[in-house]
């Protein structure tokens, strides 16, 4: 592995999240950003106070949800792809953020929670009744597709079932977002589409948990995960048991997936997209490719958040829209490389 | 005698449909043995039971003294391994990458690569002659370095027995001779199915012969490599002499469809003439 796109990676991972501070409606300078960090920035005045305040209650939160969004998605579609051998799939083709997202949705609609104006009724109770509800969700996903993979997982029958159980979950929150009142359902719907509005430090601490068990234990499991790439009876010779391997990945995934998902709403193609340009720029990088897709998918995905608050002026575009944007057209791609090769 | 595998009675079916019956048979530590038989016959099955893809529902596998089926695949793993007959896409692996995966059996989690494996990666490597494919990519490779990768990768996982699913398949005489001397030179047990009946005859210490699921002979290839077992077995015309040049037993075919016709036919009187008489 050549090292100066890693060494590029590692600078983009630092500084990226700290020019994404500086972009927003209030002018706060990459200057401002340094002293506020480094603690020399004075608050005396009302304008700096508000900076700072700005700083830390709403752009640091945000930066770091993309951040961790980005890296989790990209992880999960890692995994997925590595599980089941197959370079297109990610938490979309088996139903895991569409099973996320209806759960999600449901319980947003049932009950209000996330649906105030302001962001201390996103928190809390709330939160872990929308996060409970992605999780149920997606594990209903899973498990349908497991069930459906027969006694031996096979891939071609789970690719199969997951696209029909996405298809189902899409069906049942667009049945939600139309029966919830004009009100409700514009919100659900930015919701659904992915947003990192609702940021707050309270909402971190979950998907920060959850991306660090995920990573340790995929890391743990790197040589049963490195032994599934040359096929099931490959592994299973090399001592791997594979389908127990293969529903615990899952499961991980899909824990992991409706973290992200019950915080930002439904962001595809990332889970995709990032773990093939990995692989292409990063060729061969081996038992490091984990943490280099993490850092990527981080990096792209604060980029993607500074793209939608500032492509609109005044208003902000679904995070969805944009990867949706990006990864149906770097899919084409994938096909048309493919078709050719 | 000092077996390194010994098979009792194994029965296995797919489903309902029996494949394999009553196969016993042992491997004696060292010898290369070969497994042949028709297309169909129960080849692959039978190595997947070995390996533990296929569960048997009668019969008994052990490994020294062990009864491999009721070890974990981690520990059957670390005594058995084995090359597969198609190499799938590794997705992206190198050749340094596949010859680790050799470690898979012996490494628990979060037990990470020492510098006492990554001097056996690189021993392998050397021996097999790759140091400089290591940073390719796998799927990039002609098929005699693929299995030459393969063979690495099987040295780096140091098993008792090693399992090789038709090694020559798809490589032409130069790397049919050179794979199989290798693994001659591994001092390692082998059970290979060949197709090929001249190698056979040239490097396996050891033949068994299989046909419809069941062991119809065993022994040294010069007692079992006959032209009435070949002829029954697989339906061809052949004559069995020695090789001009080494003292291995040579099998000639007969490419004529008359000579095969009049094989069947004379086939079927003597399976008539042995009903009658019983």
Same mark, same amino acid.
């Given at each position: 592995?050549?090292?100066?796109?890693?060494?590029?990676?590692?600078?983009?991972?630092?500084?990226?999240?700290?020019?994404?501070?500086?972009?927003?409606?209030?002018?706060?300078?990459?200057?401002?950003?340094?002293?506020?960090?480094?603690?020399?920035?004075?608050?005396?005045?009302?304008?700096?106070?508000?900076?700072?305040?700005?700083?830390?209650?709403?752009?640091?939160?945000?930066?770091?949800?993309?951040?961790?969004?980005?890296?989790?998605?990209?992880? =999960?579609?890692?995994? &997925?792809?590595?599980?089941?051998?197959? +370079?297109? %799939?990610?938490?979309? $083709?088996?139903?895991? #953020?569409? !099973?996320?997202?209806?759960?999600?949705?449901?319980?947003?609609?049932?009950?209000?929670?996330?649906?105030?104006?302001?962001?201390?009724?996103?928190?809390?109770?709330?939160?872990?009744?929308?996060?409970?509800?992605?999780?149920?969700?997606?594990?209903?996903?899973?498990?349908?597709?497991?069930?459906?993979?027969?006694?031996?997982?096979?891939?071609?029958?789970?690719?199969?079932?997951?696209?029909?159980?996405?298809?189902?979950?899409? =069906?049942?929150?667009? &049945?939600?977002?139309?029966?919830?009142? +004009?009100? %409700?359902?514009?919100? $659900?719907?930015?919701? #659904?589409? !992915?947003?990192?509005?609702?940021?707050?430090?309270?909402?971190?601490?979950?998907?920060?948990?959850?991306?660090?068990?995920?990573?340790?234990?995929?890391?743990?499991?790197?040589?049963?995960?490195?032994?599934?790439?040359?096929?099931?009876?490959?592994?299973?010779?090399?001592?791997?048991?594979?389908?127990?391997?293969?529903?615990?990945?899952?499961?991980?995934?899909?824990?992991?997936?409706?973290?992200?998902?019950?915080?930002?709403?439904?962001?595809?193609?990332?889970?995709?997209?990032?773990?093939?340009?990995?692989?292409?720029?990063?060729?061969?990088?081996?038992?490091?490719?984990?943490?280099?897709?993490?850092?990527?998918?981080?990096?792209?995905?604060?980029?993607?958040?500074?793209?939608?608050?500032?492509?609109?002026?005044?208003?902000?575009?679904?995070?969805?829209?944009?990867?949706?944007?990006?990864?149906?057209?770097?899919?084409?791609?994938?096909?048309?490389?493919?078709?050719?090769? | 005698?000092?077996?390194?595998?010994?098979?009792?009675?194994?029965?296995?079916?797919?489903?309902?449909?029996?494949?394999?019956?009553?196969?016993?048979?042992?491997?004696?530590?060292?010898?290369?043995?070969?497994?042949?038989?028709?297309?169909?016959?129960?080849?692959?099955?039978?190595?997947?039971?070995?390996?533990?893809?296929?569960?048997?529902?009668?019969?008994?596998?052990?490994?020294?003294?062990?009864?491999?089926?009721?070890?974990?695949?981690?520990?059957?793993?670390?005594?058995?391994?084995?090359?597969?007959?198609?190499?799938?896409?590794?997705?992206?692996?190198?050749?340094?990458?596949?010859?680790?995966?050799?470690?898979?059996?012996?490494?628990?989690?979060?037990?990470?690569?020492?510098?006492?494996?990554?001097?056996?990666?690189?021993?392998?490597?050397?021996?097999?002659?790759?140091?400089?494919?290591?940073?390719?990519?796998?799927?990039?490779?002609?098929?005699?370095?693929?299995?030459?990768?393969?063979?690495?990768?099987?040295?780096?996982?140091?098993?008792?027995?090693?399992?090789?699913?038709?090694?020559?398949?798809?490589?032409?005489?130069?790397?049919?001779?050179?794979?199989?001397?290798?693994?001659?030179?591994?001092?390692?047990?082998?059970?290979?199915?060949?197709?090929?009946?001249?190698?056979?005859?040239?490097?396996?210490?050891?033949?068994?012969?299989?046909?419809?699921?069941?062991?119809?002979?065993?022994?040294?290839?010069?007692?079992?490599?006959?032209?009435?077992?070949?002829?029954?077995?697989?339906?061809?015309?052949?004559?069995?002499?020695?090789?001009?040049?080494?003292?291995?037993?040579?099998?000639?075919?007969?490419?004529?469809?008359?000579?095969?016709?009049?094989?069947?036919?004379?086939?079927?009187?003597?399976?008539?003439?042995?009903?009658?008489?019983?």
């Amino acid at each position: 592995m050549r090292n100066w796109p890693l060494a590029l990676l590692i600078a983009l991972a630092v500084i990226s999240p700290l020019l994404a501070l500086v972009v927003g409606v209030a002018n706060i300078s990459f200057s401002d950003v340094a002293q506020i960090i480094c603690g020399q920035f004075s608050d005396s005045c009302e304008a700096n106070a508000l900076k700072q305040r700005i700083l830390f209650e709403l752009r640091l939160p945000r930066v770091i949800l993309a951040f961790l969004t980005g890296a989790g998605l990209a992880l =999960a579609g890692s995994v &997925l792809q590595t599980v089941t051998r197959n +370079p297109l %799939a990610d938490p979309y $083709l088996f139903g895991i #953020s569409s !099973g996320a997202t209806f759960g999600a949705v449901l319980v947003i609609a049932v009950s209000g929670f996330g649906m105030g104006a302001s962001q201390g009724l996103f928190s809390g109770w709330s939160q872990l009744g929308i996060t409970g509800g992605a999780f149920i969700g997606s594990a209903v996903s899973v498990l349908l597709v497991i069930s459906m993979a027969g006694r031996s997982v096979q891939i071609e029958r789970m690719v199969l079932a997951g696209v029909a159980t996405s298809f189902m979950f899409s =069906a049942a929150t667009s &049945l939600v977002l139309y029966a919830s009142d +004009p009100q %409700a359902a514009s919100s $659900l719907l930015f919701w #659904s589409l !992915g947003s990192f509005t609702r940021a707050g430090w309270e909402n971190l601490s979950l998907p920060f948990l959850v991306l660090i068990i995920c990573f340790i234990l995929f890391s743990g499991f790197s040589r049963q995960l490195t032994a599934l790439l040359s096929g099931d009876e490959n592994a299973r010779s090399l001592g791997v048991e594979v389908q127990k391997i293969r529903i615990s990945m899952l499961l991980l995934t899909s824990l992991l997936t409706a973290i992200l998902v019950a915080n930002t709403g439904g962001i595809g193609f990332v889970g995709l997209m990032i773990p093939h340009i990995v692989r292409r720029l990063f060729e061969h990088s081996g038992q490091h490719m984990m943490w280099i897709t993490i850092l990527f998918g981080g990096v792209f995905m604060v980029w993607v958040d500074v793209v939608s608050r500032t492509i609109l002026p005044g208003h902000e575009l679904p995070i969805g829209v944009i990867t949706a944007a990006i990864g149906s057209v770097f899919f084409l791609l994938v096909m048309r490389r493919k078709s050719w090769s | 005698m000092n077996n390194i595998l010994d098979v009792h009675n194994l029965h296995w079916s797919a489903g309902d449909i029996p494949i394999l019956s009553d196969i016993s048979f042992n491997i004696p530590k060292g010898a290369f043995v070969g497994l042949i038989g028709p297309n169909g016959a129960g080849k692959s099955s039978l190595m997947r039971c070995l390996y533990g893809v296929n569960k048997p529902q009668v019969g008994e596998i052990f490994l020294h003294n062990k009864n491999l089926l009721d070890m974990p695949a981690r520990d059957q793993a670390k005594q058995v391994a084995v090359i597969l007959q198609e190499h799938t896409t590794h997705m992206g692996l190198n050749v340094w990458d596949v010859v680790a995966q050799g470690l898979t059996p012996h490494k628990g989690l979060f037990e990470w690569t020492n510098k006492q494996d990554l001097k056996n990666i690189e021993l392998a490597i050397e021996k097999m002659d790759l140091q400089s494919l290591k940073n390719q990519p796998f799927e990039q490779l002609s098929g005699g370095e693929k299995q030459r990768v393969m063979l690495a990768r099987a040295q780096v996982q140091n098993p008792q027995l090693l399992i090789m699913d038709e090694p020559t398949n798809h490589l032409d005489v130069h790397y049919q001779i050179e794979v199989l001397n290798t693994v001659k030179k591994m001092d390692i047990s082998v059970l290979a199915s060949i197709h090929d009946l001249n190698l056979a005859a040239a490097f396996c210490d050891y033949l068994l012969v299989i046909d419809k699921g069941k062991i119809v002979d065993q022994g040294l290839p010069k007692d079992v490599l006959t032209e009435n077992m070949i002829s029954k077995v697989f339906k061809t015309c052949v004559s069995v002499d020695k090789h001009p040049l080494s003292s291995s037993d040579q099998v000639r075919i007969t490419y004529s469809y008359s000579d095969l016709d009049a094989l069947i036919a004379k086939n079927h009187n003597d399976n008539e003439k042995g009903d009658s008489n019983a």
